[in-house]
DNA sequence: TCCATCAGCTTGTACCAACAAGCTGAGCAG
DNA sequence: CTGCTCAGCTTGTTGGTACAAGCTGATGGA
């Protein structure tokens, strides 16, 4: 019956309990060692066991610390507000959605200037390798790394709205920004995927094995053309995209 | 300088490799002992290399036959499409989509009454641990494991629809058979999300370490409350899924 | 009191050994 | 020629050992 190898065993014991609270979120699991004798098994056994459930994301290692048990708080993610002149665009977004959930926001930011990749040519629908400019954010929420936003334009709209290729933020957004240049975002398109990070991805997002990445790729449209491609990379565990499509009253009335 | 562990760089040259084409996907890695004498590491330290890029989804590993470089051909799904009279339900639009992409679509399919648990009874506005009804899908692509769908329907509803209780398909699709019982569908909300796989979710989907699903809940109301949910889960690297929103006239034209 | 050090805990890295179990192709029996 | 067995490859599992490196609290000197 009991084909299971040991260190299987081992971590269906240690799942069932962090599920059932035995070990609650944010506490400790009891050491290597302890967990050794209490299975009668070597201690690569158990580290064997260990890494299953470090890899399901259910807990993290740390040198010296031991196993953490975490925790699942998700953040949520309105991804179908429309931004146009009436709505913030979207790194106010960011800064509004995590104020709002009572955190605090805090990024970085920069801009440079490269040729496009075979996927962002395709979408903003010029050569390989034209110049376009990057504006590339990395965000934090109460200065724990959170998300990485990299948003692209196609040469001949910064031609026409210089701003966009000059370092520093673009006080009044850049949805805004763009409006005022007769440039006006009527629609975008959502591409929504999931891997796990790469370790460029893994050290900006201070990620550990066993967490993967939700990759959001939006392109942006005016009435004729792509005018922009943002890919936004963050944590799949902790963040929740949601869509609303259709009539939704009956969504917030209560029951 | 060089104070990366030595398994760290086996894993960093190998993923190089991979990325350069030395090992195309579909091809194989040499053997743990050839990389041994390569790298000169002893087949531990080589296979905790080797398990780096299988949780990093690149490689997989079967007894007996080696790691095999794995290919990332996604596959689309279009999630903005309205599901209402005029378009095709959820559970057509997968065989539509399927079948435009020139697979095989086939599933398999049940039906069970159960209590709702705390996320159902939110998202349908009842009370929790009220009797469901639960549709569920185990989809395949060209008999590969692809997806699960499980709909929950509130009793109230069930009491109106009784067919939606009963085992066995709905030809003309549950979104037409509920119209026709005067229960509309006019809107709905998604929330998307990533993380890795139970060990139940990985066993159904035939996933290795490594591979995070996508979990994907669909909220459809009618006009005054919820009457379904659907929790889709799906391997996260191989597929994408897309929302279009607002005016994408600029998108199919071909520059 | 304050702070530097260190013992003693933790996990991380690296090696070795042995056998189990899955796959494939060579080669043999029919 | 067909079909079976098995040697010899692969990875999987489990045990062991040793030392490095990170963290914490106790200890003790200033």
């Given at each position: 019956?009991?084909?299971?190898?040991k260190y299987r065993q081992v971590a269906d014991v240690l799942r069932r309990e962090i599920d059932n609270g035995t070990y609650a979120p944010g506490s400790r699991l009891p050491s290597e060692s302890d967990l050794s004798q209490r299975f009668d098994a070597s201690r690569n056994t158990i580290r064997n066991g260990l890494s299953l459930l470090v890899?399901?994301?259910l807990v993290s290692s740390s040198q010296g610390l031991g196993y953490e048990v975490k925790?699942?708080?998700?953040?949520?993610?309105?991804?179908?507000?429309?931004?146009?002149?009436?709505?913030?665009?979207?790194?106010?977004?960011?800064?509004?959605?995590?104020?709002?959930?009572?955190?605090?926001?805090?990024?970085?930011?920069?801009?440079?200037?490269?040729?496009?990749?075979?996927?962002?040519?395709?979408?903003?629908?010029?050569?390989?390798?034209?110049?376009?400019?990057?504006?590339?954010?990395?965000?934090?929420?109460?200065?724990?790394?959170?998300?990485?936003?990299?948003?692209?334009?196609?040469?001949?709209?910064?031609?026409?709205?210089?701003?966009?290729?000059?370092?520093?933020?673009?006080?009044?957004?850049?949805?805004?920004?763009?409006?005022?240049?007769?440039?006006?975002?009527?629609?975008?398109?959502?591409?929504?995927?999931?891997?796990?990070?790469?370790?460029?991805?893994?050290?900006?997002?201070?990620?550990?094995?066993?967490?993967?990445?939700?990759?959001?790729?939006?392109?942006?449209?005016?009435?004729?053309?792509?005018?922009?491609?943002?890919?936004?990379?963050?944590?799949?565990?902790?963040?929740?995209?949601?869509?609303?499509?259709?009539?939704?009253?009956?969504?917030?009335?209560?029951?």
């Open positions: 019956m009991n084909k299971q190898p890899s399901e994301g925790s699942h708080e998700v953040f949520e993610l309105n991804a179908s507000r429309f931004e146009n002149l009436t709505f913030p665009q979207n790194g106010d977004a960011y800064n509004t959605d995590v104020t709002n959930a009572g955190r605090r926001p805090h990024q970085t930011f920069r801009v440079e200037m490269l040729p496009a990749s075979r996927e962002i040519a395709e979408r903003l629908k010029v050569e390989p390798s034209t110049k376009t400019v990057l504006r590339f954010c990395h965000r934090y929420v109460d200065d724990v790394p959170w998300s990485t936003q990299a948003t692209y334009y196609p040469s001949w709209l910064v031609d026409v709205s210089p701003r966009l290729a000059e370092p520093g933020d673009i006080d009044e957004g850049t949805t805004r920004y763009l409006a005022a240049q007769g440039i006006e975002q009527v629609g975008y398109f959502d591409e929504i995927s999931a891997r796990m990070p790469t370790p460029d991805e893994a050290r900006l997002l201070e990620i550990g094995a066993g967490v993967p990445v939700m990759l959001w790729t939006r392109t942006g449209y005016s009435t004729d053309r792509p005018i922009r491609c943002t890919i936004t990379t963050f944590r799949g565990d902790l963040n929740r995209m949601n869509y609303e499509i259709g009539d939704l009253a009956a969504r917030s009335e209560n029951t």
